[in-house]
């Protein structure tokens, strides 16, 4: 029925966000290891890009998902 399809889909989306959620949260701890870290600042590419992840496109990206 569409209701069990509704619910299906709600269980994935909630599954989908907190992949995202877990994603970032991995990203956030390579942030603190390359800040800590001086051995992996030797390859400055990596850490500018690293750096440059946004931890606001990501949640504004769930906002989207929840808020469809």
Request: hydrophobic content about 45%; proline content about 1%.
């Amino acid at each position: 029925s569409a209701q069990t399809l509704l619910k299906i889909n709600f269980a994935n989306i909630q599954e989908s966000v907190l992949l995202a959620i877990a994603l970032l949260d991995n990203v956030l701890k390579i942030k603190t290891t390359l800040f800590t870290d001086t051995d992996i600042l030797k390859t400055p590419e990596l850490n500018k890009k690293i750096q440059n992840l946004d931890s606001k496109s990501t949640f504004s990206a769930i906002d989207s998902v929840l808020n469809f």
